[in-house]
């Protein structure tokens, strides 16, 4: 995903870390949900707590996400669109989204693989592969 402020793999306590260091209302994120596999999480600073909003994969390619209760079912061809729709205020979200947080490394593909590679380095495994 080409977006600059998807985070992937990155825990609710550290989204919440990056959102509210600044103390602004209206910085948020997206990153991958922890406990929903195949779920976005749109998360959005308020009045120094971080509010989430689970985005799903429709069918066709397209996202629904889930807003304040009452508030007509959005589906969006694009994740762009999605967020330039609650940048507008009054849209069903706690504040409307101002300020994003961009993530710091550019690639999040490397990060996994460097993960991988420290999770294969660090085995405490009995057995070792030899390369001839």
């Known amino acids: 995903m080409d977006l600059p402020y998807y985070h992937g793999r990155l825990t609710k306590q550290d989204c919440e870390t990056l959102l509210l260091k600044e103390g602004v209302d209206g910085n948020f994120l997206l990153r991958d949900s922890e406990s929903i596999p195949g779920v976005l999480c749109l998360c959005v600073s308020f009045k120094n707590i971080v509010y989430t ?19 007509p079912k959005q589906v969006f061809p694009s994740l762009k669109e999605l967020i330039s729709k609650f940048e507008k205020p009054n849209q069903g979200m706690v504040v409307h989204l101002l300020k994003p947080i961009k993530r710091t490394s550019p690639s999040l593909r490397w990060r996994g693989l460097k993960l991988e590679l420290e999770t294969f380095v660090n085995s405490n495994s009995d057995y070792v592969d030899v390369l001839p």
């Open 53 to 71: 909003y689970r985005i799903f994969r429709e069918k066709h390619g397209y996202y629904r996400i889930q807003t304040a209760e009452g508030s």
